[in-house]
């Protein structure tokens, strides 16, 4: 398990700036003018903070960037940061500036001098979350211990730090369930280390397959047939609101995906480690609100299964049964996670009756040809809701665009032998396998789906993470869930 650096704040004290042992980093607007600490660093480096500033390499630092200065003469600590970035800065850019001092950690401790930089949050934030390794299976290991990074400034409540580190607590979850392998992470262990949020008080209740079966949730169960893991369901409830209906996540956890009999090429499998990416970040979302003690409602669901081939595993041309009664015939058993979210969908507005639902997963490459790898798809039945996501999405400046629905790509599910076909067409994919799932939405449950397949796993880094797993979605939610509390909504 990753553990973030620990967030400290403290009161500014001037005097201890020359002694610390770690990295510095100083905040230094735009136009160059030097708060009070920045001064102090600058005195005690004998002018090297208003050198640099005054150079064109300043002139030339984009905002939220940073400038390493090694080994100063007259401090203890072994470089001076400098980052550039103006006091009234946007969420964005404060994250970035953030990232970029948690990227140059090096394991070190930092004192940061925001100086009076007004999203101090967002800065310690985007620190924590940049400073990400996921090294469980290397042979070092995980770090014995993590950093601390300390946030000196004259108004420390101005910083909730608790806040902060439940946000980044949860996305690093997210992060590692979806870098794991699937021979550690398989539906068993996936489920034990959801289990194991009962000690931050969420409620969690496991499913095994003789409940699913009782359930009548043969979808799920067809997709696991073929596998030796047990297939599961997953249940978490945090109850910090009063009496009323909670939100629903409901998020696929396929732990990997071979296609089934529909097997997928060779090339490129490795990385279906990353197919339970939904339940991932759904999990994430369900820690940080235990941490935090959202004073919200929220269940979490998330079908776990292993798409496997198999002489007992499901064949192109079955007819399976699912929860909600309707018949579906498999055209392509690589066309999975639209059959585990359907039974959980329907379970989960049976059971909870929830004010919204939002499911989660990764589930088709039709998105990342649409929107590529910088926005996940948004589908819903409902404007409010929808708009309310991707208001939240775009503070918290995760990717997400909203994708259309309609009658015509319903159309392409029709099946001469079952209610329907588990697939379309090629063209419009991923608003096709979004057309499936609607048909298990009840009549007035608002309903958002999100294909997260191109923004769960990326091949670059991006602002905020490293190589991999992103743990998109985590912050969003974590905001919607906030927005609709305060409306009275959750």
């Known amino acids: 398990m990753t553990t973030p650096a620990t967030l400290s704040v403290t009161h500014l004290d001037l005097d201890a700036i020359a002694t610390f042992n770690g990295r510095v980093a100083v905040i230094v607007p735009t136009d160059g003018k030097l708060s009070a600490p920045a001064q102090r660093v600058n005195k005690l480096t004998k002018g ?15 905002e939220g960037g940073l400038q ?11 470089a001076v940061l400098i980052i550039k970035l103006d006091r009234t800065a946007g969420t964005q850019l404060a994250r970035k500036a953030g990232a970029a001092i948690g990227a140059a950690l090096n394991k070190k401790d ?5 100086g009076s930089v007004k999203r101090a949050s967002d800065v310690a934030l985007g620190a ?3 400073a990400y390794a996921f090294t469980d299976h290397k042979s070092e290991g995980p770090a014995a211990e993590v950093p601390t990074v300390t946030f000196a400034v004259s108004k420390p409540e101005d910083i909730d730090a608790d806040a902060v580190t439940a946000l980044a607590q949860g996305v690093f979850f997210t992060r590692d369930l979806v870098s794991e392998p699937a021979n550690v992470l398989t539906t068993t262990e996936f489920a034990s280390r959801l289990k194991d949020l009962e000690t931050l008080g969420v409620e969690v209740e496991v499913l095994e397959e003789s409940d699913l079966e009782a359930l009548g949730m043969r979808t799920l169960l067809a997709v696991g047939q073929g596998s030796r893991s047990p297939s599961k369901v997953v249940v978490m409830q945090w109850k910090g609101g009063q009496d009323e209906a909670p939100l629903a996540l409901v998020g696929k956890g ?11 090429p060779a090339g490129g499998m490795e990385d279906m480690t990353m197919d339970m990416g939904g339940a991932g970040v759904v999990s994430g979302v369900m820690k940080s609100l235990a941490l935090r003690k959202a004073p919200a409602n929220v269940v979490g669901l998330v079908g776990i299964v292993e798409n496997m081939p198999d002489g007992n595993a499901i064949r192109p041309g079955d007819v399976i049964k699912s929860m909600k009664g309707d018949t579906v015939e498999i055209i392509n058993t690589d066309a999975e996670g639209r059959m585990v979210l359907c039974d959980v969908m329907w379970y989960t507005q049976e059971r909870f009756a929830p004010s ?6 990764t589930l088709t490459g039709a998105i990342i040809v ?4 910088e926005n996940a798809g948004v589908f819903s039945n409902n404007d409010a809701f929808c708009n309310a996501f991707l208001k939240s999405a775009s503070t918290e400046s995760e990717g997400a665009w909203r994708m259309p629905l309609g009658q015509a790509y319903d159309d392409q599910l029709k099946s001469h032998i079952a209610d329907m076909k588990n697939v379309g067409t090629r063209a419009g994919g991923s608003i096709t396998a979004a057309q499936y799932l609607q048909r298990f939405v009840k009549d007035g449950t608002p309903w958002i789906h999100l294909d997260i397949a191109g923004v769960a796993s990326v091949k670059a880094p991006t602002d905020l993470s490293p190589k991999g797993a992103t743990g998109w979605g985590v912050l969003a939610l974590n905001r919607l869930i906030d927005d609709l509390t305060a409306a009275g909504e959750a």
Do not use: Q, Y
């Open 254 to 264: 396929v732990v990997f995906d071979t296609g089934g009999i529909s097997i997928k």
């Open 68 to 78: 390493e200065l090694a080994f100063p003469v007259g401090l203890e600590a072994e």
């Open 110 to 114: 930092a004192l940061v001098l925001s």
């Open 128 to 130: 924590l979350l940049k």
């Open 48 to 62: 090297a903070v208003k050198r640099f500033v005054a150079s064109d390499a300043f002139e030339a630092l984009a």
């Open 356 to 361: 919204g639902m939002i499911d989660l997963a």
């Open 370 to 373: 649409g929107l590529g790898h």
